[in-house]
């Protein structure tokens, strides 16, 4: 059996959904456009897109030694209940299970060394997924497991967009796989749903308009005009995937791992996150989940601003508990913003009695302004 086969029918007896393969050579081209969109600002905060000498297109600056790329597909697709009602916040697809970052390194380790036994010789090699500066979907499309779609991410038939992606980084010499054509054609469906706008004409998204971007990777305040676009994403967004036409009619996974049953699941109980009183309990609660990536800090900032949009009902006594006592001031500070937003006298005497303090300790002047009536 050629080593192609070979890997390619030992990916799919450890669970892979798809794999194929390229040239651990750098992407120029992919590069520019990298740099293009990182110059315009769309990097937002995420220091590690920042760095000086990316090496986001070179794998060699990885594995020096590397000859291919094997990028692998994991669906994590689970069909979300319908909403449960204003006391609840969504978290997107890929992060109702385990930490994928986690079960994906332990099922590229065994890949590896399920190859090394099967040629009988050691090999150099790296694997990952989603945990180093690599443009895994640039690799993922030459290695044709899809395509671009408007949306930025990468499109597979039948897979669609929801899919991780994973790569080994090795010495081997391995015949490449074909591109996969596709394309969008004139649709804009995903563009024209996105509610702040975040996604262009040109497949670049400004990731500091994202929801995925303002719910998980951003640490400070969450701009107020952007608030109530959030709508009731507590952690991610999968709006302008869930409108893509690629992603009807797609399967379910089967990695019990990414199933709601093994992590937090869909929807989140607002009460249960906004009583969560240290970084212990958070830790404890969250730690097996992708969740904890904007910490205590991020997470509770999020129930607070969904928990504003939705009205929810049975949470105002965190709320206020949170107001007089949350010494964290971004938490306090998009609980006020919630508390303002309810009709009920209570809670604005609450922002009311909290504004003038929590304005002291504040700079930001937008901030400022908003509580300046109260
Ligand atoms: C930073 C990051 C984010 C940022 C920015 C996302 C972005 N689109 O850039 C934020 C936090 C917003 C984010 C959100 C999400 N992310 Co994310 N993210 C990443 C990360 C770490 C780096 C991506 C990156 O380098 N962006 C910089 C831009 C410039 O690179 P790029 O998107 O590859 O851009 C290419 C194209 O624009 C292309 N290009 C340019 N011009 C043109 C023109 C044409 C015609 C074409 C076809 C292409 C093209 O060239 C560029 C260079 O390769 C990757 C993991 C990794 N290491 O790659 C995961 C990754 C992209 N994310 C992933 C996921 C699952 C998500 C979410 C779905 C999570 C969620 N539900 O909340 C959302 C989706 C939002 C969206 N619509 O993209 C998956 C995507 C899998 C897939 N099917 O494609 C990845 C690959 C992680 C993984 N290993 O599985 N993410
Ligand atoms: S994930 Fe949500 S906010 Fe981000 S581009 Fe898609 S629809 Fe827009
Ligand atoms: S919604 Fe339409 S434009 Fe957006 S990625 Fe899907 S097919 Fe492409």
């Not at 394309?183 to 995925?212: F, H, M, V, W």
């Not at 990777?217 to 952007?226: A, G, M, T, V």
């Not at 991610?236 to 089967?254: A, R, V, W």
């Amino acid at each position: 059996m050629d080593i192609k086969q070979l890997i390619t029918e030992i990916a799919f007896d450890l669970g892979f959904d798809a794999v194929g393969i390229t040239v651990a050579d750098d992407l120029e081209k992919s590069n520019e456009h990298f740099i293009r969109w990182r110059e315009k600002g769309f990097a937002g905060d995420m220091k590690y897109l920042l760095r000086e000498n990316p090496i986001n297109a070179k794998p060699k600056q990885i594995l020096p030694e590397a000859k291919s790329v094997i990028s692998l597909l994991v669906n994590y697709y689970t069909e979300p209940p319908s909403d449960p009602g204003a006391n609840y916040g969504r978290v997107a697809a890929y992060a109702v299970g385990l930490d994928y970052h986690k079960v994906l390194r332990k099922k590229i380790r065994q890949f590896q060394e399920k190859i090394e036994k099967n040629i009988g010789k050691h090999f150099l090699s790296r694997g990952f997924s989603d945990s180093v500066p690599l443009l895994e979907k640039s690799f993922a499309r030459n290695s044709g497991l899809g395509f671009f779609g408007k949306h930025t991410l990468i499109i597979n038939k039948p897979f669609g967009s929801y899919f991780f992606i994973c790569e080994l980084i090795s010495d081997l010499e391995i015949e490449t796989t074909h591109e996969i054509s596709g394309t969008c054609g004139q649709c804009t469906r995903c563009k024209d749903i996105c509610p702040t706008s975040a996604l262009d004409n040109e497949y670049q998204l400004d990731a500091r308009l994202c929801i995925s971007y303002l719910t998980i990777e951003n640490k400070e305040n969450i701009p107020l005009e952007l608030r109530e676009k959030i709508g009731p994403w507590v952690f991610g967004c999968d709006l302008c995937q869930m409108i893509c036409p690629y992603n009807k009619e797609i399967k379910s996974t089967n990695w019990e791992e990414f199933k709601p049953e093994s992590g937090a699941s869909h929807w989140l109980s607002l009460k249960e996150i906004l009583s969560i009183k240290s970084e212990k309990e958070f830790h404890d609660k969250f730690c097996h989940t992708p969740l904890t990536r904007p910490k205590r800090s991020g997470l509770l900032r999020n129930a607070a601003v969904v928990a504003g949009n939705r009205l929810a009902e049975n949470v105002l006594p965190e709320l206020i508990w949170l107001a007089e006592n949350e010494p964290d001031l971004v938490i306090r500070e998009h609980v006020l913003w919630a508390l303002s937003k309810y009709p009920d006298r209570k809670a604005s005497q609450i922002v009311s009695k909290f504004a003038t303090r929590h304005c002291e300790e504040q700079s930001d002047e937008a901030i400022l302004l908003t509580y300046s009536h109260f």
